[in-house]
């Protein structure tokens, strides 16, 4: 069974054990590749997640397909100051709760540009595949 997800690239593997192991995690993605990811989803939708960096995502990588439980954008605003300046930095963030749902194994890989999320056509794992 095929589905179409967005991918959450560069998950650290201490990230994914934890899904594996707990099959729920709740995770705060600062990169803008995932961040833009994290933008075009709704809870309930379903997440690829992997190790792999986003530009060595290609048909037959694996990881794990996730579901979103919660998600919430966030913006962080810093302050530094001295005697002659005055600085306010703003970052944004996005914290979502995601559920493993089973792994999975790319097929074809869609979109992926600056500042737009990656789609990929997902394969679910369900036994082991000898390949």
């Keep these: 069974m095929s589905m179409i997800c967005f991918a959450l690239t560069g ?42 960096s986003h530009t060595d995502v290609i048909p037959g990588t694996s990881g794990l397909i996730t579901r979103v439980n919660e998600l919430q954008i966030m913006t962080h605003r810093m302050v530094q100051s001295g005697e002659n300046y005055y600085e306010e930095i703003e970052s944004q963030a996005a914290r979502a709760q995601l559920q493993l749902v089973s792994y999975g194994r790319v097929r074809t890989v869609k979109g992926g540009g600056f500042a737009s999320p990656m789609s990929l056509e997902v394969d679910e794992v369900r036994y082991c595949d000898a390949r």
């Design 11 to 52: 998950i650290t593997r201490q990230v994914i054990q934890d899904l594996i192991k707990n099959r729920i995690r709740t995770v705060e993605i600062r990169s803008p590749h995932n961040f833009y990811t994290l933008q075009g989803v709704d809870v309930g939708d379903p997440i690829f997640v992997t190790p792999a």
